[in-house]
T-cell receptor
Framework: SQQGEEDPQALSIQEGENATMNCSYKTSINNLQWYRQNSGRGLVHLILIRSNEREKHSGRLRVTLDTSKKSSSLLITASRAADTASYFCATGPTGANSKLTFGKGITLSVRP | DTAVSQTPKYLVTQMGNDKSIKCEQNLGHDTMYWYKQDSKKFLKIMFSYNNKELIINETVPNRFSPKSPDKAHLNLHINSLELGDSAVYFC?????????????FGEGSRLTVL
């Protein structure tokens, strides 16, 4: 079964607003990553947060990780129309040769 | 310079045919992957190779056969194509192994089986 589950499944906001997306997972992890996929394109890595980190920033992105609740959130501040895309969380479980497992993704629409 | 390139971008073929997708990465990474994305955007790992050695082989029909001639290339051959094989297939690479480090994805190969 898949590891990460994002919510909401779809989010529609106005340009300039903040977008918050959540991810929950089930087992112990080494790290959690967020990816963006524009329509018809490949996935692009946004940010990686390790299991011993609680918060990480990259430009307009802020990621938090709560290992006690097995959850993460991705905040995009001051959204732009170009942020319209699908966003995926991916969890890297502990253990040798374990695999990065992706959630089903969140579709974000930013209205101009 | 394209970091992970896969060809072809689109394949349309009949059931029962055999097809191949090629992937090359110029990042110097040791590990390469094939992922399948279905129509609901669910992304599932199929195979992973580390320095030409198969390290992950998910429950994939043996009609799918990956081949890695060198660590910069990972190809996927599919025999006897079925309707359910229609999907977007992504190649990816990483430096640090399967559960750490970021993945670099190709643009995908959309396979349509008629």
């Amino acid at each position: 079964s898949q590891q990460g589950e994002e919510d909401p499944q779809a989010l529609s906001i106005q340009e300039g607003e903040n977008a918050t997306m959540n991810c929950s997972y089930k087992t112990s992890i080494n790290n959690l990553q967020w990816y963006r996929q524009n329509s018809g394109r490949g996935l692009v890595h946004l940010i990686l947060i390790r299991s011993n980190e609680r918060e990480k920033h990259s430009g307009r992105l802020r990621v938090t990780l709560d290992t006690s609740k097995k959850s993460s959130s991705l905040l995009i501040t001051a959204s732009r129309a170009a942020d319209t895309a699908s966003y995926f969380c991916a969890t890297g479980p502990t253990g040798a040769n374990s695999k990065l497992t992706f959630g089903k993704g969140i579709t974000l629409s930013v209205r101009p | 310079d394209t970091a992970v390139s896969q060809t072809p971008k689109y394949l349309v073929t009949q059931m029962g045919n055999d097809k191949s997708i090629k992937c090359e990465q110029n990042l110097g990474h040791d590990t390469m992957y094939w992922y399948k994305q279905d129509s609901k955007k669910f992304l599932k790992i199929m195979f992973s190779y580390n320095n030409k050695e198969l390290i992950i082989n998910e429950t994939v029909p043996n009609r799918f056969s990956p081949k890695s001639p060198d660590k910069a290339h990972l190809n996927l051959h599919i025999n006897s194509l079925e309707l359910g094989d229609s999907a977007v297939y992504f190649c990816a690479s990483s430096q640090a192994g399967t559960s750490t480090g970021e993945l670099f994805f190709g643009e995908g190969s959309r396979l349509t089986v008629l």
